[in-house]
């Protein structure tokens, strides 16, 4: 299976807080994953820990690599950048990877790079992975926070994602 791509300085074990979302399903297209994980404005709609999605630059709806854009998040306004961006081929994993950031002064900022893996496998199984590492004093204090709200707020983002792409499939059949 395909591995998130890492830039320099934000390999998971160096970071200040890493982690990590996975889910196998079926009866999910790509295509129908792709298009609300690519879209930011549709994240509110299966995903309640989004709010005011919003490009820069008159880029959008849909992301790019190199586009910026922002959205709230985890009581985070998160200014973010596409650094990677691979849409569905036959035979290779779909990519979205950002960098985003928040605060300005060394008690706030928090730097992330988030990344989304979509990938079909045998058996007509989908999998679909969202790894993300951290940097800053607030990521030191979410790492020991009980129980772990990454963990479980990007759980909510792929058992939304799935649930909608579910609907959208069904819809479309």
């Known amino acids: 299976m395909s591995d998130i791509i890492w830039p320099a300085g934000y390999v998971p074990g160096f970071t200040d807080n890493y982690c990590s979302n996975?889910?196998?399903?079926?009866?999910?297209?790509?295509?129908?994953?792709w298009t609300l994980l690519n879209t930011p404005h549709l994240w509110p709609t299966y995903y309640a820990n989004s709010a005011n999605?919003?490009?820069?630059?008159?880029?959008?709806p849909e992301l790019a690599n190199g586009d910026r854009f922002?959205?709230?998040t985890f009581g985070f306004p998160v200014e973010a950048q596409v650094v990677e961006h691979v849409p569905p081929v036959?035979?290779?994993a779909a990519r979205i990877a950002w960098h985003g950031w928040a605060g300005n002064t060394e008690e706030d900022r928090l730097d992330v790079h988030h990344a989304w893996l979509i990938e079909e496998l045998s058996g007509g199984r989908l999998r679909i992975?969202?790894?993300e590492t951290q940097l800053g004093k607030p990521a030191l204090a979410l790492a020991k926070a009980k129980p772990n709200p990454m963990i479980n707020g990007h759980?909510?983002?792929?058992d939304g994602l799935v649930a909608e792409a579910l609907n959208t499939s069904k819809s479309n059949n």
């Open 129 to 131: 992975l969202t790894q």
């Open 155 to 158: 759980q909510d983002w792929l």
């Open 90 to 92: 036959l035979g290779q």
């Open 70 to 72: 922002y959205f709230e």
């Open 22 to 33: 996975e889910v196998i399903v079926t009866g999910v297209s790509i295509e129908s994953v």
């Open 53 to 60: 999605t919003r490009f820069y630059d008159d880029k959008g």
